[in-house]
């Protein structure tokens, strides 16, 4: 059973940046799919990014309302086995709880951008974004 725990969280000012993490506990293969998702209060999870393992080109939501171009970027550590997001110019918008989640079994032609395409998630670290 693979467990997910996501750190890094908390409060933040406007502009921040702020990175968080995420740990597996087992190795991650090169055929995993590691995706983040956001939840913000009274609203439904959505989809943040995710990068198969060995890959060095993460994929994005193309969502305008995320404003996600140059303000996050997805890496990963594979000797740790952490998968990381770093935000950038934090908003008062961008406030949610960010889950980390993992599939385990690349399939093509998925984009891996709905909850259901993964096997495994975390329990969140919250992200809030106040003055």
């Known amino acids: 059973q693979v467990q997910l725990v996501e750190s890094g969280g908390g409060l933040v000012r406007p502009g921040d940046s702020l990175r968080i993490s995420c740990v597996s506990s087992?190795?991650?293969?090169?055929?995993?799919?590691m995706g983040w998702f956001r939840q913000a209060p009274g609203k439904e999870r959505e989809f943040v990014s995710f990068?198969?393992?060995?890959?060095?080109?993460?994929?994005?939501?193309?969502s305008p309302s995320m404003n996600i171009k140059g303000r996050f970027t997805v890496s990963n550590d594979t000797a740790k086995n952490t998968f990381y997001l770093q935000i950038h110019s934090l908003k008062p918008e961008d406030t949610a709880v960010y889950y980390c989640?993992?599939?385990?079994?690349?399939?093509?032609?998925?984009?891996?951008?709905?909850?259901?395409?993964?096997?495994?998630w975390g329990r969140g670290t919250q992200v809030t974004v106040s003055s």
């Open positions: 989640a993992a599939e385990t079994a690349f399939r093509e032609g998925i984009f891996y951008s709905k909850g259901y395409e993964y096997d495994y």
């Open positions: 990068l198969r393992w060995t890959s060095v080109a993460p994929y994005y939501s193309p």
């Open positions: 087992e190795p991650i293969a090169d055929n995993w799919i």
